[in-house]
């Protein structure tokens, strides 16, 4: 199977790494770094080195020619400050990869370049829970969550970054070697187990005995709808649970309902803005979910001791 990775620039290195390593280990006999089963590419324009967002620079493997040459075209993303996009020759070949059907996967914040270019239009997309409000944001037309390491849809393939790439990447020995390939793989890069694409994304420690799976998806849905809020009937119909099994799960492992986790989410998330933005708190109460400034300061009032105002001022 060929891969071709382009790399965005200030693109993040590790993910790139740990997807190819993954192939590497699980596509050799032994540990020999030979490509056996897996071929990769780094595409890009002759004698141009692209600069990762760490420092590192590479020199691109293979010049940019038909997609067709791969099995699979991966897109690197990098830093999100308006340069992470592709080149010109890049973003063309990438367009001419989505429209003779190879397959697009994103690696970390790919999933911005990609849906930058309309390539992700109507796709279910795995975004960090780092970013998927902004993603949400600019890209209405994915269907983006931020509740799982990575997600498949089709052709299109999206993971949250860092060591979720190399999930996604045992993903494909599963499918086109077998598990015991990819789990060497795994053992090798001395990873504790191969995390599938229903294991739910590590975030914030509000609820650190939050250790299930069930409970941190729980949390990830809820986080990643803020301001339009999810029913707590919604998110156990995701998890295929009922709600009162939901229930029974937040009530046994952080002791406190799923309503009340949600509020407490959404509390977080207004105190972050208060402190570090200028926002109006009328715009706040709306990104936080509430309906009107006064149920904010209402509810913020009886949780947090004080007024949002007051709070901002201090």
């Known amino acids: 199977m060929r891969f071709g990775f382009l790399l965005a620039r200030n693109f993040t290195l590790s993910p790139m790494s740990l997807f190819i390593d993954t192939l590497r280990l699980a596509g050799d006999d032994g540990d020999r770094s030979r490509r056996g089963r897996f071929d990769w590419q780094i595409i890009g324009e002759r004698g141009l080195p692209i600069r990762s967002s760490c420092g590192v620079e590479l020199l691109p493997t293979k010049q940019i020619t038909d997609p067709q040459d791969y099995d699979n075209i991966v897109v690197v993303g990098g830093l999100l400050n308006g340069t992470q996009y592709l080149s010109g020759e890049k973003e063309a070949f990438v367009r001419r990869a989505s429209q003779r059907d190879v397959p697009l996967t994103a690696l970390c914040t790919g999933s911005f370049v990609l849906a930058h270019y309309g390539l992700l239009d109507n796709y279910r997309a795995c975004v960090s829970w780092f970013h998927i409000k902004e993603f949400r944001h600019a890209f209405p037309h994915v269907r983006a ?19 979720g790439a190399a999930d996604l990447a045992s993903y494909f020995v599963s499918k086109h070697v077998d598990n015991k390939a990819a789990e060497k793989a795994s053992k090798i890069l001395v990873l504790d187990r191969i995390r599938t694409g229903r294991d739910a994304q590590p975030n914030g420690a509000l609820f650190p005995k939050a250790t299930s799976r069930h409970i941190r998806r729980a949390l990830l849905l809820m986080e990643s709808n803020l301001q339009e809020k999810i029913t707590v009937t919604e998110v156990a119909s995701k998890l295929g649970i009922s709600r009162r099994q939901l229930e ?48 904010f300061s209402r509810v913020y009032r009886q949780h947090a001791g004080g007024t949002p105002t007051a709070f901002r001022k201090s």
Request: hydrophobic residues 40%.
């Open 145 to 163: 969550h931020a509740d799982t390491l990575f997600s498949i849809d089709g052709n299109r393939a999206t993971c949250a970054g860092g060591a």
């Open 248 to 295: 029974r799960l937040f009530a046994t492992e952080i002791q406190i309902s799923p309503m009340a986790a949600y509020l407490a989410l959404r509390l977080q998330y207004a105190k972050t803005l208060l402190g570090t933005s200028d926002l109006q708190i009328g715009e706040i109460a709306y990104r936080c979910g509430f309906p009107n400034p006064g149920h």
